[in-house]
């Protein structure tokens, strides 16, 4: 019969409060839900404020997760040189704007809230010299 005092009864005593110990510590960790957001792209001349139609808008973002792979989304503004991104993760992403006779635009953005408004104004390129 084995007593508290025997040396076997307190290994294995110990070894069983050990294993329940670390099995009910040692889970594996759940990660927090991402937010998703929308935001809308607002592309405008920069000298008319008048919007521009079918700019091209490339967004670039890590994807949350255990591999944060980077993710790219294209796009083209509609006739009011607007376009709404959905379903984007909380924090920075990068924005490319491109749109025939006008220079190229890139930014990265803190996204912190839904439905944000990125408003972009883009030039006419430099005349050659």
Same mark, same amino acid.
């Given at each position: 019969?084995?007593?508290?005092?025997?040396?076997?009864?307190?290994?294995?005593?110990?070894?069983?409060?050990?294993?329940?110990?670390?099995?009910?510590?040692?889970?594996?960790?759940?990660?927090?839900?991402?937010?998703?957001?929308?935001?809308?792209?607002?592309?405008?001349?920069?000298?008319?404020?008048?919007?521009?139609?079918?700019?091209?808008?490339?967004?670039?973002?890590?994807?949350?997760?255990?591999?944060?792979?980077?993710?790219? *989304?294209?796009? $083209?503004?509609?006739?009011? !040189?607007? *376009?709404?991104?959905?379903?984007?993760? $909380?924090?920075?992403?990068?924005?490319?704007?491109?749109?025939?006779?006008?220079?190229? *635009? !890139?930014?990265?953005?803190?996204?912190?809230?839904?439905?944000?408004?990125?408003?972009? $104004?883009?030039?006419?390129?430099?005349?050659?010299?």
């Amino acid at each position: 019969m084995l007593h508290f005092n025997d040396l076997r009864f307190r290994v294995g005593f110990c070894a069983g409060a050990a294993i329940l110990f670390f099995c009910g510590v040692c889970k594996p960790a759940q990660q927090e839900p991402i937010p998703q957001f929308s935001f809308t792209v607002v592309v405008k001349e920069a000298d008319t404020g008048d919007p521009i139609s079918q700019a091209r808008l490339t967004l670039v973002f890590r994807q949350p997760g255990k591999l944060h792979r980077n993710v790219s *989304y294209s796009a $083209k503004t509609n006739a009011q !040189g607007r *376009y709404r991104f959905t379903d984007i993760p $909380k924090g920075t992403v990068r924005l490319i704007v491109t749109a025939d006779r006008h220079q190229s *635009y !890139g930014k990265e953005i803190e996204l912190e809230e839904d439905n944000q408004v990125v408003e972009v $104004k883009l030039k006419k390129p430099q005349p050659l010299l």
